[in-house]
């Protein structure tokens, strides 16, 4: 969109399962009671993000986000949140690593140029907690109860859109094209 449209991308913090603990949950034990085929439900992720071109992995396990949430805010500091998030997101979603765990979290940062101490200690000393706290009472405030969702002037879509559909939210609220 940046690269056809004259519009700012803002990421914000939502609290997407918070109360999974460190270790993860798998698939089975994070949907337990509800009524959620898996491996469909999967196959039409796979699916999806083939037509799409995007990378996904054979995802068995949930994890906390909280800690890569923070570690994201204060990328975005350093001008590296676009990079940051997404070496989460493959870090997640293709190779299945454990983003709520400290050492991963460094060594993405480390990937996309950042310095592996003091993101380290952003950690430790947990300096972006207010700031996503921040995004998830935004969120509440909003309604907003999915990810991703796109807010543009009050309107928004929930869940992963096609380009087009995103194109028309950016037309319809008179964004300029480049």
Known sequence: M???????IQWKAFPLHPETPE???????????????????????????KELGLPLGDRKKTYNSRLAQ???????????GDE??????????????NIA?????VGIAAAVGLPEKEADE??????FREAVDSDWALCERMGISAVPTFVLDHQSLAGAQP???????LLVNGVKRK
Do not use: C, S
């Open 70 to 80: 923070e570690m994201g805010k204060w990328a975005e500091t350093k001008g590296k």
């Open 2 to 8: 940046r690269k056809h449209y004259e519009v700012e």
């Open 23 to 49: 270790e993860g949950l798998t698939l089975e034990e994070l949907f337990a009671g509800r009524n959620i085929d898996i491996p469909q439900a999967m196959a039409r992720l796979k699916k999806a993000a």
């Open 101 to 105: 765990k400290i050492d991963a979290l």
């Open 163 to 169: 380009y087009e559909t995103l194109e028309q939210l």
């Open 122 to 127: 952003i950690l430790q000393t947990r300096a």
């Open 84 to 97: 940051f998030q997404n070496a989460v997101f493959r870090a997640y979603f293709v190779d299945g690593k």
